[in-house]
């Protein structure tokens, strides 16, 4: 709720819909200033009869006037006179409520002062030096349900016009929205995304700006990702005649380390065309209904016997998606490498997991390691990004692989996302869709923790809690 609340005040509809009703509520309060300021600012036919008036009750009461005439008088008009000179006394209608205290003065000529608030109305008359006649006129029930029904209507036409504003309003400003999903969908990854021109004015320019923007950024991210892949593709050749003029140099030390070089160009070739296939050719995953559970231990089963080791925590039931097993499996495979890479031997395990949440299934990856710069979390994702920037043979790779990763979940419509903090460690979590099974997915509520198998041909959801490989 205060997230909610948080959100809301912050909102720029909200932030308009306040400016709008203070606006409403300043124009009610200058037109009501500026009413009695007009008033007071010459003598109108109003006034000019209320003083008569005002002269004329005067007369009826007499000099000094006559109390018992002014309780017939008072009677008669319904009103309260009040007689401020010597022998004080007040006739006519007593009220419980008179709002003396909030009554606004509008007339003030000469010996008659006239105040009034909402039906209420006092006349103030001077007849000497310190002696005053007060006449208080109070409205009729049926003036003040008028004035009432007057008040909810004000308030019902305002809330309604407000309400027409701050829709037209919403209407006018669609573009803010578009312009705010489309910058999601660049921060996502999604180039290719438009956002519509139907508007006018100077945010119609901005809407085509921006896709101007998004397809000039476009066309030269997808340059450089074309001429990655040429290159890649023209490597490829030379290598391969490297690799057999390399057999026939024999052994020796000279040999070996070359050949581990050409190893690491090739792998990386590889990655990258991988990667590249996955981002562009969706259609050729060799998708199948497959046991999520049973590739992440055929996955933990790769790399058995590295240090720290890798626990895994896995659902007693099957938990099915529709994936392509090799994919998973090397995207699985490469999560824990890196894991394991950067835990140390001393460690606590690499810990391996799947759960439910939903709709999707969860695959997650946690080290105990270092963990990673906050400044680094937003490009692990991009090719040849390495938080250890020196390349050494202790750590290899080349930074490809989170980005085969990200292809790899991407292409089958999940999610990945890495959350690390210094001297915490890292996790890595990978949303998959769920397979659609009538009568339930067929999941079992217990779970089970267990060292990844210790022999890669062993069923992993046989294995027993905390083996170890």
């Known amino acids: 709720m205060p997230n ?113 608030l909402h039906g209420y109305h006092r006349i103030r008359v001077r007849i000497a030096s310190g002696q005053t006649l007060t006449f208080d006129l109070f409205p009729t029930q049926a003036e003040r349900t008028a004035l009432r029904r007057y008040g909810w209507l004000f308030l019902g036409l305002t809330a309604l016009i407000m309400l027409v504003g701050y829709g037209f309003m919403r209407y006018l400003l669609r573009p803010v929205c578009w312009l705010t999903e489309g910058a999601r969908a660049v921060r996502d990854g999604d180039l290719a995304h438009r956002v519509p021109e139907a508007c006018r004015g100077e945010l119609r320019d901005l809407t085509q700006t921006f896709n101007q923007m998004l397809a000039r950024l476009e066309g030269v991210v997808q340059g450089q990702q074309r001429l990655l892949l040429d290159v890649s593709h023209e490597l490829r050749t030379p290598i391969t005649r490297l690799k057999l003029r390399l057999e026939l140099c024999g052994d020796g030390p000279e040999v070996g380390a070359m050949r581990g070089d050409l190893r690491e160009m090739q792998d990386m070739i590889t990655t990258l065309l991988e990667a590249a296939r996955m981002r562009h050719e969706i259609g050729m995953l060799h998708r199948e209904p497959a046991d999520l559970g049973a590739l992440a231990g055929a996955a933990a089963g790769r790399v058995a016997g590295r240090a720290p080791g890798v626990v895994l925590r896995l659902p007693a039931g099957p938990v099915r998606s529709l994936v392509d097993p090799a994919q998973v499996v090397t995207l699985l495979g490469n999560l824990l490498d890196n894991a394991l890479k950067y835990s140390g031997s001393e460690a606590a395990p690499v810990e391996l997991g799947l759960e439910i949440q939903g709709a999707v299934a969860a695959l997650t990856v946690r080290d105990h390691g270092a963990g990673i710069p906050a400044e680094a979390l937003p490009h692990l994702f991009e090719p040849f990004f390495r938080v250890d920037e020196s390349r050494t043979r202790e750590t290899g790779g080349f930074g490809l692989g989170l980005a085969l990763c990200q292809a790899i979940v991407h292409a089958h419509g999940g999610h990945i996302a890495v959350r690390s903090q210094r001297g915490w460690g890292t996790l890595v979590t990978v949303l998959l869709p769920l397979v659609a099974q009538e009568g339930g997915t067929g999941m079992g509520c217990a779970t089970s923790q267990r060292k990844a198998g210790r022999s890669p041909g062993r069923n992993p959801r046989k294995a027993g809690r905390g083996e170890r490989i």
């Open 4 to 116: 909610l609340l948080h959100r809301a005040t912050g909102s720029l509809f909200t932030r308009l819909a306040l400016i709008l009703l203070l606006a409403a509520i300043a124009v009610n309060v200058v037109t009501y200033h500026l009413f009695f300021s007009v008033q007071s600012w010459g003598q109108t036919a109003l006034e000019r009869n209320l003083e008569e008036y005002a002269a004329h009750l005067v007369r009826e009461l007499g000099s000094p006037p006559d109390r018992t005439r002014a309780a017939e008088l008072g009677m008669r008009l319904d009103m309260r006179i009040t007689w401020d000179g010597p022998g004080a006394w007040v006739e006519g209608r007593n009220p419980e409520h008179f709002p003396e205290e909030h009554l606004k003065s509008w007339l003030e000529d000469g010996p008659v002062q006239v105040a009034s």
